[in-house]
T-cell receptor, first 114, second 114 residues
């Protein structure tokens, strides 16, 4: 069975601190895809990144970086020098090969305090 | 931003009444989805569509029906709304499944059933 665990329900940091959001997944597929989405207070869901299981290179996009480790079944998301605008709920999701079905984690609410 | 419009954005209705939510896309994507978002559950798939008049059930489809008569429109109907269907509903679209292209989400519809 597939499963995504985001054990951190809520995290509070002070602006400019670095913060890491954890995502641990379970799957029996050898090919799979992982995603991160951001849901700001306004409510929309914004796609951030897609990573396939064959690409273990870390990815950096501005202040955002993602660490994919198959050995620990984790796909963690780090925000460097956090800003108040980063305050949101962040969802991690898992998908098998050639399938519509996403398995979402329950989300981590990040609060960045000024 | 993906061209996805959900309507209405907010609705309050009474138990037992029928409710229809609309999702309209301008991207000409083949695949469309309806999710519900509830605290502690992340997002759960209700129904999805893989083409005009082609739809299928997701994991929480009881009490819901869908229709897709045009590529651009995907309707979600609650035939007889119940309080347990109070939720935030998201429509999503994607280009295809074969390469697990990411799903892009609308802004959501907040539905309250009294």
């Amino acid at each position: 069975a597939q499963k995504v665990t985001q054990a951190q329900t809520e995290i509070s940091v002070v602006e400019k601190e670095d913060v890491t959001l954890d995502c641990v997944y379970e799957t029996r597929d050898t090919t799979y895809y992982l995603f991160w989405y951001k849901q700001p207070p306004s409510g929309e869901l914004v796609f951030l990144i897609r990573r396939n299981s064959f690409d273990e290179q870390n990815e950096i996009s501005g202040r955002y970086s993602w660490n994919f480790q198959k050995s620990t079944s984790s796909f963690n998301f780090t925000i460097t020098a956090s800003q108040v605008v980063d305050s949101a709920v962040y969802f991690c999701a898992l998908s098998g090969p050639g399938t519509y079905k996403y398995i979402f984690g329950t989300g981590t609410r990040l609060k960045v305090l000024a | 931003d993906a061209g996805i419009t959900q309507s209405p954005r907010h609705k309050v209705t009474e138990t037992g009444t029928p409710v229809t939510l609309r999702c309209h896309q301008t991207e000409n994507h083949r695949y469309m989805y309806w999710y519900r978002q509830d605290p502690g559950h992340g997002l759960r798939l209700i129904h999805y569509s893989y083409g005009v008049k082609d739809t299928d059930k997701g994991e929480v489809s009881d009490g819901y029906s869908v229709s897709r008569s045009k590529t651009e429109d995907f309707l979600l109907t609650l035939e007889s709304a119940t309080s347990s269907q109070t939720s935030v509903y998201f429509c999503a679209i994607s280009e295809d499944w074969t390469d697990n292209q990411p799903q892009h989400f609308g802004d959501g519809t907040r539905l309250s059933i009294l």
